[in-house]
């Protein structure tokens, strides 16, 4: 089963009172680094090893590889 994610779904704004404390911080630092929204990985798999992401009428594929890495295909 393949998931599909939204642009919309992805970015949105994680709230301070619905994290544990160790992933507001991670959240704070990554974005603090670069100045982007953060998502972990595990939100957008969802327990799947692949996602389909629709990005300006394209789709991609992201998928998990056995190593835990992250391939973004289109």
Do not use: C, E
């Not at 998931?3 to 911080?25: E, G, K």
């Not at 972990?40 to 789709?59: E, F, P, R, T």
């Amino acid at each position: 089963m393949q998931a599909t994610l939204t642009a919309a779904t992805l970015v949105r704004p994680a709230s301070a009172d619905s994290l544990q404390p160790q992933q507001a911080a991670a959240l704070r630092s990554a974005a603090a680094v670069d100045g982007a929204a953060a998502v972990d990985s595990s939100d957008l798999l969802q327990g799947q090893k692949a996602v389909a992401i629709s990005h300006n009428g394209s789709m991609y594929r992201l998928q998990a590889t056995k190593l835990g890495k992250l391939i973004l295909t289109k």
